[in-house]
């Protein structure tokens, strides 16, 4: 079974620092598992304070893109060597093109950012077409979808699955609110999941049981979409 795991940059560095413990834990679990991974990570705060100083010093939006990429790389690179110190066979360098990583077998492949203009949710779903994965776990510091902004509303409730079509839906809503409002999954990533029909479950980088279980398909506390 081949899966891609999407690590958001807030799971890989909470607090703006990597979390040691969560690449240790993750590089365990998936030295014990049986599927066949392919690993995008995200940039997090990271990014976010690059591109701003880059901003700030004038680069352009295509500019601050291209800084933000390279958070998303470091990260990448960070979770190679976890792998690699917890015995997994995985390529030793970040892949930067998905033909690459298309054509790789038996061994884990980890990419970061690809092109501007995209995010980590929409290159996540692009690894998982080109390797033919049959299933996307998205891991962030959010436990599923939720109806309003968790963060914001504490009445906000949790989908235990929905269609790809509901989720798209939902995207759209949050789209069309304020600048600054950021739904869990971008807009391009929810429409490439719903025509390749990629099975996507998305849960919080905390529970390491519910990222095993998204793994195999089994119930978790997140959100199924398919
Ligand atoms: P992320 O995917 O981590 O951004 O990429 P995000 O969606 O803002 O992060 P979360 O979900 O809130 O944690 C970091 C930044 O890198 C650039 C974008 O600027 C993005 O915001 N990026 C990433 C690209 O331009 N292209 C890519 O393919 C990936």
Do not use: W
Request: proline share 2%; charged share 25%; net charge positive.
């Amino acid at each position: 079974m081949r899966v891609v795991l999407s690590i958001g940059g807030s799971t890989i560095n909470p607090e703006g620092k990597p979390s040691l413990e969560f690449l240790r834990a993750i590089s365990k679990m998936i030295k014990e598992s049986r599927s066949e991974f392919g690993i995008l990570t995200g940039g997090g705060s990271i990014a976010r304070v690059y591109a701003n100083a880059a901003r700030e010093l004038g680069a352009n939006e295509y500019e601050a893109d291209a800084i933000g990429i390279t958070s998303t790389r470091q990260n990448a690179q960070l979770l190679v060597t976890a792998l690699s110190g917890a015995g997994v066979d995985v390529y030793r360098h970040v892949l930067t093109d998905f033909e690459e990583a298309k054509g790789r077998r038996n061994k884990v492949v980890v990419m970061g950012g690809t092109i501007p203009g995209i995010t980590t949710d929409t290159d996540a779903v692009l690894l998982a077409e080109a390797m033919g994965a049959t299933r996307l776990v998205n891991i962030s510091n959010v436990e599923g979808i939720y109806d309003t902004n968790p963060k914001k509303n504490p009445k906000a409730k949790k989908f235990a699955k929905m269609t790809y079509n509901e989720l798209i839906k939902l995207a759209a809503e949050n789209d069309s609110r304020s600048a600054g409002t950021h739904f869990v999954f971008d807009m391009l990533a929810c429409k490439l999941i719903a025509r390749s029909k990629v099975e996507t479950h998305f849960v919080s980088g905390d529970s390491l049981e519910n990222i095993k279980n998204a793994i195999e398909g089994k119930k978790h506390n997140g959100t199924v979409v398919r």
